[in-house]
């Protein structure tokens, strides 16, 4: 795949700033994209004639067209024959992605499937006496919070899904300290009791530390290019959407005190980022 996918490139692709970007792969799926769907179209035509050279194929069934646009824009691509669905949302490797670029959805799509497992796991874990509490965290830590974060790295974080995903947290750990919403226990203090670090503070703590790999990443590594890259072009009429790199800064001054000059060269020194993340306290608890 990796032949194929380097076979393929052409001039098509997204620029940010200096870099392009035609096409991403992870094991044997990929993503092209490109400007317009002319460019798409003609990407997606080398790479299907690549991969018939090396007796593969698309899968059509599988495989989407979508815009990154606020507003609904058509585009029709052709594998052959068939024209390609065009979606508004997709997942890929397990992160909803959506037209509006937006992270709401994924975000409530996490909650959900926390959701789910609370549901699963209520009457032969959450509330069972027989369990011990011990017992009942490790459940909490390798079950529950993977499920309600997984790529929370990248989460651009509003009041809202702050209050949502701390209701999501304290949904499950008020149960196994045998509490409800009518015992009117502060939330530090369940989790003092039970002795577990407030999920919203370890959701900060590890987008810091990816910020900080990516300050440190070296010239060439695909993740550092892209944060450093200053995309071309204005941005639409009303409201901006702010983007992963503002709101980290704006969190860095917030929870750290260092401004957004001198942030690259604080979390430049690895020693002294992983010693002020690990410093970092809770945010103050609104009830």
């Not at 179209?41 to 790479?47: A, C, G, I, P």
């Not at 874990?125 to 997984?150: C, D, F, G, M, N």
């Given at each position: ?13 997204v ?23 002319r ?13 018939e ?41 397990g ?14 799509r ?52 702050r ?28 989790q003092e ?6 999920l919203?503070l370890?959701?900060?703590?590890s ?21 450093r ?25 917030e ?21 002020l ?11």
């Amino acid at each position: 795949m990796d032949r194929i996918s380097r076979h393929s490139q052409g001039i098509e692709g997204v620029r940010f700033g200096d870099l392009r970007i035609g096409s991403l792969l992870f094991a044997d799926d990929v993503v092209l994209m490109a400007s317009s769907d002319r460019d798409l179209q003609l990407s997606l035509d080398r790479f299907a004639a690549e991969c018939e050279a090396a007796g593969m194929r698309i899968s059509t069934s599988k495989s989407k067209s979508m815009v990154l646009n606020r507003k609904r824009v058509e585009c029709t691509l052709r594998v052959g024959d068939e024209i390609l669905p065009q979606v508004e949302e997709f997942k890929y490797l397990g992160v909803l992605f959506t037209s509006e670029g937006r992270m709401e959805r994924e975000i409530d799509r996490r909650i959900g499937a926390a959701s789910a497992v609370m549901r699963t796991l209520h009457g032969s874990v959450v509330v069972k006496r027989e369990l011990s509490r011990k017992a009942k965290l490790s459940i909490y830590q390798s079950i529950y919070v993977p499920a309600l974060t997984y790529g929370h790295e990248l989460w651009v974080m509003t009041e809202r899904t702050r209050s949502r995903v701390q209701a999501a947290e304290m949904s499950f750990l008020r149960r196994v300290a045998g509490l409800s919403l009518r015992d009117r226990v502060r939330s530090l203090v369940i989790q003092e009791e039970l002795g577990v670090d407030p999920l919203l503070l370890r959701v900060e703590r590890s987008q810091m530390r990816w910020l900080g790999h990516l300050v440190r990443m070296p010239p060439g590594r695909l993740p550092g290019e892209v944060f450093r890259a200053r995309p071309t072009g204005r941005r639409p009429r009303g409201r901006p959407r702010t983007r992963w790199r503002d709101y980290v800064s704006r969190l860095a001054w917030e929870r750290l005190g260092i401004p957004q000059e001198e942030l690259d060269e604080v979390a430049g020194e690895r020693e002294v980022w992983a010693s002020l993340l690990r410093l970092l306290p809770p945010r103050p608890d609104p009830g």
